[in-house]
């Protein structure tokens, strides 16, 4: 199984700054055929469902504020968050959609200062 | 709107088998997407369980396959997760989620959950 490391497991950032978080895959997750990173970013706050944000390693959902971007290709991404709002604070996961099973990291718990 | 709402029992004792279901409203599974289970233990991260497509395949993760069947009632708009043999390491909340497949291969990322269902196994 793809085995998906998200770094750092938690992260504090002070309201307004940019929060940066990586998240590498055991295996590449590009599809050469059409050059797509199969790579989905998801945030969770407590008590709710994952929260789809990104998609193909860049795309944002319909909704998602501009303030969400996503980066990376083959195995090492990043999830920027800049202008960091008090409702961001969340679990962040990556999950690749690639390989079979598809796999999710272990989840980045983000933090106001 | 589309909407999806887990049910079944909270509590299951070991050894015994897991059930639950999935409503969608607002949609007919039958007439698009791929539909599945991802389940979360207390603190943890999440675990694709399985998923079924459109054209009538059915997946699982291979760690669950030999106790795990997904079944669909399109009557009812529902489908549901079955989990034999259940272990304490089976405690979770348990999603059911619309799932978007973008390739021949089985897999998907997963745009529209449901709120999630806590399953504990004790005795």
């Known amino acids: 199984d793809i085995v998906m490391t998200q770094s750092p497991d938690s992260l504090t950032v002070s309201l307004g700054e940019t929060a940066t978080i990586n998240c590498k895959s055991s295996?590449?997750?590009?599809?050469?055929?059409?050059?797509?990173?199969?790579l989905g970013w998801y945030q969770q706050k407590p008590g709710q469902p994952p929260k789809l944000l990104i998609y193909w390693a860049s795309t944002r959902e319909s909704g998602v504020p501009d303030r969400f971007s996503g980066s990376g290709s083959g195995t090492d991404f990043t999830l920027t968050i800049s202008s960091l709002q008090a409702e961001d604070v969340a679990v962040y996961y990556c999950?690749?959609?690639?390989?079979?099973?598809?796999?999710f990291g272990q989840g980045t718990k983000l933090e106001l200062k | 709107q589309v909407q999806l709402q887990e049910s079944g029992p909270g509590l299951v004792k070991p050894s015994e088998t897991l059930s639950l279901s999935c409503t969608v409203s607002?949609?007919?599974?039958?007439?698009?997407?791929?539909w599945g289970w991802i389940r979360q233990p207390p603190g943890k991260g999440l675990e694709w369980i399985g998923s079924f497509s459109q054209s009538g395949s059915t997946y699982y993760t291979p760690s669950l396959k030999s106790r795990v069947t997904i079944s669909v009632d399109t009557s009812t708009n529902e489908f549901s997760l079955r989990l034999t043999s259940v272990t304490a390491a089976d405690t979770a909340v348990y999603f059911c989620a619309r799932g978007i497949k973008p390739t021949v291969t089985p897999n998907w990322f997963f745009d529209l959950w449901g709120r999630g269902t806590l399953v504990t196994v004790s005795s």
């Open positions: 295996q590449s997750v590009l599809y050469s055929s059409n050059n797509k990173n199969y």
């Open positions: 999950q690749q959609y690639y390989h079979t099973p598809c796999s």
């Open positions: 607002g949609y007919s599974i039958s007439s698009g997407y791929s």
